[in-house]
């Protein structure tokens, strides 16, 4: 089964810059997608961006578009999140999650598995 663990967050200055990382593992084949989701307080989960671990490819909301980049090792066991030009409203808790399949997207419920999350505070 796969598992992801989120580490990374913390406290930021608004402007400033954080890298969070997905440390994945138990991947049976190079078809999955990896993807961020965060939830602010009192919002719902929402999607940020993805990656398909077989060739790269990513997809990103509107919202991370400029602003964050995702990635992964070389070993595509590890993705990463670096996140630029922090607002506040970026404050929320992400959570790594990962499906097994080839489609690009962040639809929440076709996400098999979840990390715990990590918090993200960008300060004023």
């Known amino acids: 089964e796969v598992q992801l663990v989120e580490s990374g967050g913390g406290l930021v200055q608004v402007g400033g810059s954080l890298t969070l990382s997905c440390a994945g593992s138990?991947?049976?084949?190079?078809?999955?997608?990896i993807g961020w989701f965060r939830q602010a307080p009192g919002k719902e989960r929402e999607g940020v961006s993805c990656?398909?671990?077989?060739?790269?490819?990513?997809y990103y909301k509107d919202s991370a578009k400029g602003r964050f980049t995702i990635a992964t090792d070389s070993t595509k066991n590890t993705a990463y999140l670096q996140m630029n030009s922090l607002k506040p409203e970026d404050t929320a808790v992400y959570y790594c999650a990962a499906l097994a399949g080839t489609g690009l997207g962040l639809v929440e419920w076709a996400y098999e598995y979840w990390g715990q999350g990590t918090q993200v505070t960008v300060s004023s």
């Open positions: 990656i398909r671990r077989s060739d790269g490819r990513t």
């Open positions: 138990g991947f049976t084949s190079d078809d999955y997608i």
